[in-house]
T-cell receptor, first 114, second 109 residues
């Protein structure tokens, strides 16, 4: 049981390049999330998907797009990378339950934009 | 937007009890309070969740007063391996899960 899998784990981009971060979960969860974490800081919500076919903006959506391809997969795309997007990106899925439920996180994707 | 306030950092020693408080003044009636632990280079991990009064599991206790405007995570007899960042979280609209800045706990020998 892999849980939440993110690819790639590391990536270096030049300013203006584009890329897609992939995320897949095998726990049959409805909700999925993308967060970014800058060095020494907390997690900030970029986008989330409450269910297959829906996506919503989080706290810091500018410069990103997402696709909920199916129930398992939720991708994050940077169309034109900027140095300010250098960060660790975490994908999570949520087990439904009372209240906020429980989030399960991937190992993170470390992105550097030069 | 839902917002939480926690101390930025705390220090403790092995074997002591640690209490970390989170303020959430605008918590909604149907919100639960959830706490996560994060080690360096890892994603956060769920610790405990509660709605009111007290909840206890194998790793921590969570105390929530009647007005629910704050909550306290209690870690009994901490060890060096409890050094981590601790986040409280509640839903800013059920699915929109916003983390606070977190509390960096350092446990010393």
């Amino acid at each position: 049981n892999a849980g939440v899998t993110q690819t790639p784990k590391f990536q270096v981009l030049k300013t203006g390049q584009s890329m897609t971060l992939q995320c897949a979960q095998d726990m049959n969860h409805n909700s999925m999330y993308w967060y970014r974490q800058d060095p020494g800081m907390g997690l900030r919500l970029i986008y989330y998907s409450a269910s297959e076919g829906t996506t919503d903006k989080g706290e810091v959506p500018n410069g990103y797009n997402v696709s909920r391809l199916n129930k398992r997969e939720f991708s994050l795309r940077l169309e034109s990378a900027a140095p300010s997007q250098t960060s660790v990106y975490f994908c999570a899925s949520r087990r439904q339950g009372k209240g906020a439920g429980e989030l399960f996180f991937g190992e993170g994707s470390r992105l550097t934009v030069l | 937007l839902a917002k939480t306030t926690q101390p930025i950092s705390m220090d403790s020693y092995e074997g002591q009890e640690v209490n970390i408080t989170c303020s959430h003044n605008n918590i909604a009636t149907n919100d639960y309070i959830t706490w996560y632990q994060q080690f360096p280079s890892q994603g956060p991990r769920f610790i405990i969740q509660g709605y009111k009064t007290k909840v206890t599991n194998e790793v921590a206790s969570l105390f929530i007063p009647a007005d629910r405007k704050s909550s306290t995570l209690s870690l009994p007899r901490v060890s060096l391996s409890d050094t981590a960042v601790y986040y409280c979280l509640f839903s800013g609209g059920y699915n929109k899960l916003i983390f606070g800045a977190g509390t960096r706990l350092a446990v010393h020998p």
